[in-house]
């Protein structure tokens, strides 16, 4: 291995094949001894909404609809390709389990298990309208910069 | 910091959330002192465009179909997701310019001063049939070569 | 050129112009000299089958329908963006051709004889229900440790 122990990934994307993607690389970098960021940001954030949340705060009429639109949590992302108004998502869904394979959720807690960090852009959150209490537990905030700086010191940087 | 001082994109998306990730990602790399290449390749062109620019100059059919189809700078791109025929790149546009997030125009301005290396893909211009006049000043072009060089010297490369 | 000799691409998408894109990138990369390992996951298997295999082997009805639905090698590709029924790629194919631009086939060809590694994710495959002898010649097939051992002594890792 290299003498370079950090891995990061950007999590652009609020799809679900594209996260279970995020998720296995964390996990598998995780299990590998590196340190692990995963950098929320744009379409991402909805991995990390809270399905059961309901209140809205003080957001503006904008704020609202984004807020409406954006998927709530890992079991309302649909798939990039083949979607089918939520068929794809299902169907995927539907086969992994059926054969043992670990679902988004418990990725997503294996990669809380493993430390990996999960940060969480807020710039993003502003645009989107997104407030912390609409987000799971243990998550960071933070800019570009934070991002930028575990990046610089690792050797497995990704954008998905 | 690591010793490693330079830091790549590759722009192959044209959309306006994407476009907005890569600059900023791009202006916070350079105000951490590292030499930033962009590197423009297929419907990331669509950035560079002149808005205003209608000569189509020696046009095969084709060409000029795909000059049609794609957007014409920064302010006519969509969104990657939630587009809506043009509503959801208007609501992100309106939120960010309300909350004084910078503009997409201004973030290209700011890559721009802070000497950030923008470099189109001669391929992609000769496939989509984008000549040099139609896009804006300032630019480098060059094949895979010369970005493959230049990630190979970086420490952060990604494809967004 | 650094020291170091390798570089490793995530296959992600099964579009026919991120295709092109990455094996530009990987035969760019092995004519530097470095030893180039693509990994292909989820959609990106799709350019990997063989245009006229038939028997589906021993499939359950939804890994028949992921079959049914995912294109059948590169030919049958489409555009991320502006695909239009397939309209969209066969102008791109059409016009690379007449400007004689190498094919994603040719592509994948020169490819494998600069011995640039295709590496198959076992668990897509399994996901996606794709058996091995439904896929082209030359394959690896390997786990995402695989793909991370060798990203880990990489310099130049991209998620397309």
Redesign the interface.
Do not use: H, P, R
């Given at each position: 291995?290299?003498e370079?122990n950090k891995s990061t990934l950007?999590v652009?994307s609020?799809d679900l094949?594209?996260a279970i993607?995020s998720f296995?690389?964390a996990t598998?970098?995780a299990?590998?001894g590196k340190q692990v960021t995963m950098f929320f940001?744009?379409?991402g954030i909805s991995l990390l909404r809270k399905e059961n949340y309901h209140g809205t705060g003080k957001k503006?009429f904008?704020?609202k609809?984004?807020g409406w639109?954006?998927p709530k949590g890992p079991d309302k992302l649909g798939l990039?390709?083949?979607n089918f108004g939520g068929l794809g998502a299902w169907?995927?869904k539907?086969?992994?389990k059926k054969?043992n394979?670990a679902t988004l959720q418990e990725l997503m807690e294996t990669a809380k298990e493993m430390d990996v960090k999960l940060v969480v852009c807020s710039?993003s959150m502003?645009?989107l309208?997104i407030k912390k209490e609409e987000l799971i537990d243990g998550l960071e905030y933070a800019g570009?910069?934070t991002?930028?700086?575990e990046?610089?010191?690792?050797?497995?940087?990704?954008?998905?």
């Open positions: 291995m290299s370079n950007i652009f609020g094949d594209k993607a296995i690389i598998g970098a299990a590998m940001t744009f379409w503006s904008l704020e609809m984004f639109m954006l990039s390709k083949m169907m995927m539907y086969i992994m054969k394979i710039m502003d645009v309208g570009v910069a991002y930028l700086a990046a610089d010191d690792a050797n497995i940087n990704l954008f998905v």
